[in-house]
C-alpha cells in the first residue's frame, strides 16, 4: 500500500500535527509500506 501524507500545517505552530503525521510515517515505514509526505502550498 501506498500512502501519501499531506501536512496543512506549518512545522513549528505548536501543535502535534506535524509531528503525529511523522511518526504516522515511521510507522507505516516500520510496516514495510510505502509512505511519502509533501507540504501543502
Given at each position: 500500500?501506498?500512502?501519501?501524507?499531506?501536512?496543512?500545517?506549518?512545522p513549528y505552530d505548536n501543535t502535534d500535527?506535524?509531528?503525529?503525521?511523522?511518526?504516522?510515517?515511521?510507522?507505516?515505514?516500520?510496516?514495510?509500506?510505502?509512505?511519502?509526505?509533501?507540504?501543502?502550498?
Amino acid at each position: 500500500m501506498k500512502v501519501l501524507i499531506i501536512f496543512n500545517r506549518e512545522p513549528y505552530d505548536n501543535t502535534d500535527v506535524t509531528w503525529n503525521g511523522l511518526r504516522l510515517a515511521g510507522k507505516l515505514l516500520e510496516a514495510g509500506q510505502e509512505a511519502k509526505s509533501v507540504p501543502d502550498e
